[in-house]
T-cell receptor, first 112, second 113 residues
Framework: NAGVTQTPKFRILKIGQSMTLQCTQDMNHNYMYWYRQDPGMGLKLIYYSVGAGITDKGEVPNGYNVSRSTTEDFPLRLELAAPSQTSVYFC???????????FGDGTRLSIL | AQSVTQPDIHITVSEGASLELRCNYSYGATPYLFWYVQSPGQGLQLLLKYFSGDTLVQGIKGFEAEFKRSQSSFNLRKPSVHWSDAAEYFCAVGGGATNKLIFGTGTLLAVQP
């Protein structure tokens, strides 16, 4: 019963590099979300998906891209890493309706 | 605009004392309300949720919260705090077709022995 799995757990990037943060869930949830968490700011929604093949922007999408080719996977792509993208990234999923979101353990990303 | 306010950034209580964490929200429709807890270096764990019905909801670890529509509040309470309750607590509101959540900025709880 893995739930929401995020990889990697930690990563250091140089400015201008690219990377993909992986998120997989095994609960057959339709809805998936990417958040970033910065100190004192709570969680901000980057992108979300209501099902395979459907994605949409959240509150802070600039500098990120996503795809949802399967129900299970929802990768987040950083194309040109910038210091402002240093953050902790959380992936979450839910069945929808009155069900809560389930969170992964996060990816701690530093861009130097 | 939809928003969640947690007015207390940091709270310190003594072990065994009671606790109340405040949460106020602004949401156009009937809200779904949540409290999550985050231990250092961990993800968010659901404490409790409110969708409808009884306005006093019970959660895990002895926590409860009361929905007060007239005050747009959803405060979290615990009658006796344990040292293991030290963590950051987030209130969130959501709902609608996309089930998106809006989070407060969190309250960091410290527990004194």
């Amino acid at each position: 019963n893995a739930g929401v799995t995020q990889t990697p757990k930690f990563r250091i990037l140089k400015i201008g590099q690219s990377m993909t943060l992986q998120c997989t869930q095994d609960m057959n949830h339709n809805y998936m979300y990417w958040y970033r968490q910065d100190p004192g700011m709570g969680l901000k929604l980057i992108y979300y998906s209501v099902g395979a093949g459907i994605t949409d922007k959240g509150e802070v999408p600039n500098g990120y891209n996503v795809s949802r080719s399967t129900t299970e996977d929802f990768p987040l792509r950083l194309e040109l890493a910038a210091p402002s993208q240093t953050s902790v990234y959380f992936c979450a999923s839910t069945m929808g309706g009155d069900q809560p979101q389930h969170f992964g353990d996060g990816t701690r990303l530093s861009i130097l | 605009a939809q928003s969640v306010t947690q007015p207390d950034i940091h709270i310190t209580v003594s072990e065994g004392a009671s606790l109340e964490l405040r949460c106020n929200y602004s949401y156009g429709a009937t809200p779904y309300l949540f409290w999550y807890v985050q231990s250092p270096g961990q993800g968010l764990q659901l404490l409790l949720k409110y969708f409808s019905g009884d306005t006093l909801v019970q959660g895990i670890k002895g926590f409860e919260a009361e929905f007060k529509r007239s005050q747009s509040s959803f405060n979290l309470r615990k009658p006796s705090v344990h040292w293991s309750d030290a963590a950051e607590y987030f209130c969130a509101v959501g709902g609608g077709a996309t089930n998106k959540l809006i989070f407060g900025t969190g309250t960091l709880l410290a527990v004194q022995p």
